[in-house]
């Protein structure tokens, strides 16, 4: 069974040292820490859920990002790394540097911020009430 809403699973690799989870006045933050001798390098796979309507806000560097059934607003950014994610009727900002954006909905307004510098980018939904690609 995976995590219940406002919760955090995940499987540390090589590498890691531990995962600090901390919430305050509703504002959960989840910190991958590695050993200070790595020099950066380790992998995890997290699995968070929160409810539903829940703002998100997710950053990451050689990582892929995937959101499913958020329907608040999201602003999703990795380095290098892919970016999945399902649009709801919120404002939706997904930013690469290396990876590609893909994107669906089920044809609810929503306002796109999209950003990438080397990678494609592809949406598929009904309707599209403002587009801004860079």
């Given at each position: ?14 590498g890691v040292d531990r ?13 991958v820490v590695l050993p ?99």
């Open positions: 069974m995976g995590p219940r809403a406002g919760e955090c699973a995940g499987e540390l690799g090589a995962i600090d989870v901390t919430s305050d006045h509703g504002h959960t933050v989840i910190r200070s001798y790595s020099f950066r390098s380790g992998s995890v796979d997290l699995r968070v859920q929160v409810p539903r309507g829940s703002e998100l806000d997710v950053s990451a560097v050689s990582a892929d990002v995937t959101s499913t059934d958020v329907q608040g607003v999201q602003r999703l950014k990795t380095v290098s790394g892919e970016i999945r994610a399902d649009i709801a009727q919120s404002d939706v900002e997904a930013k690469t540097i290396s990876g590609d954006i893909a994107l669906s909905g089920h044809g609810q307004p929503a306002r796109l911020h999209v950003s990438t510098v080397s990678a494609a980018c592809a949406w598929s939904t009904a309707r599209v009430s403002s587009r801004r690609l860079r």
